[in-house]
């Protein structure tokens, strides 16, 4: 229910692209097209210099605000829960309906970007769960035949601080990497973070995080971390 007001971020980011900020995803806290000013807010911030990107479920971003905005965007990414109703309904747990949204919105974007001759580059990435770790073939195909431009299948992280505990053994999809891989053409890229699955249990071998300075969080209520 919080939302940034789009006079103050884009006010801010205003004065923050002449001391050098490079670029900016619309990501994190929830769904960024939800917010009712997102597509003046993108146009507006690549119209100040600064390189715009967003992360989304994809289930609102018709082909009308597509046209609208996609030509600002760098990179559009689109995270999907699975390729079947019943997988993605149990783990996104959105309305019924939402994926056929999701795929339409996507072919959708695809054909903005060849219409318009975009270099805007647009994939899909998924958490790698057991619940659709089995379809997950299956849904590079149907990427590959929509057109985006990868796929991006990364391991579950557990937060410190979340409560809801998930057990993921990865040490078993290793095989479901080397399989998924196989669809990979020039201009159809999988990335399996294999190696990231691997490390996932490893300790903190760092004191002090030297990425701090190059990069900040702002949230909805307007905290910057």
């Known amino acids: 229910p919080v939302f940034l007001g789009a006079e103050v971020l884009l006010s801010n ?31 507006e911030t690549q119209g100040y210099g600064i390189d715009v990107a967003m992360s989304t479920n994809g289930v609102l971003l018709t ?8 030509c600002s965007l760098s990179w559009l990414r689109f995270s999907v829960a699975g390729i079947t109703d019943a997988t993605y309904d149990k783990i996104q747990r959105g ?17 903005v970007k060849k219409d318009q ?28 035949k929509i057109g985006v431009d990868y796929f991006t299948i990364k391991p579950f992280m557990q937060h410190p601080q979340n409560s809801h505990l ?14 998924v891989k196989t669809l990979e053409e020039e201009n159809f890229k999988i990335y399996f ?26 949230n909805a209520a307007g905290d910057i971390y």
């Open 166 to 179: 998930i057990q993921v053994e990865y040490g078993d999809m290793q095989e479901l990497g080397k399989e």
């Open 63 to 70: 082909p009308e605000l597509s046209r609208n905005c996609l």
């Open 95 to 111: 309305k019924p309906g939402d994926l056929e949204k999701v795929l339409f919105n996507l072919e959708s974007a695809v054909k």
């Open 117 to 144: 001759g975009l270099k805007t580059t647009i994939g899909v990435q998924i958490l790698l769960l057991p619940d659709n770790k089995d379809e997950i073939v299956q849904m590079g195909k149907e990427l590959k």
């Open 193 to 218: 973070r294999s190696n990231a699955m691997k490390n996932i249990n490893c300790e903190r071998g760092y004191t002090k995080c030297w990425g701090l300075p190059f990069m900040a969080y702002l």
């Open 13 to 43: 980011l205003k004065q923050l692209a002449p001391k050098g900020l490079k670029s900016i995803v619309y990501a994190g806290d929830g769904e960024p097209l939800l917010h009712s000013e997102a597509v003046n807010i993108i146009n």
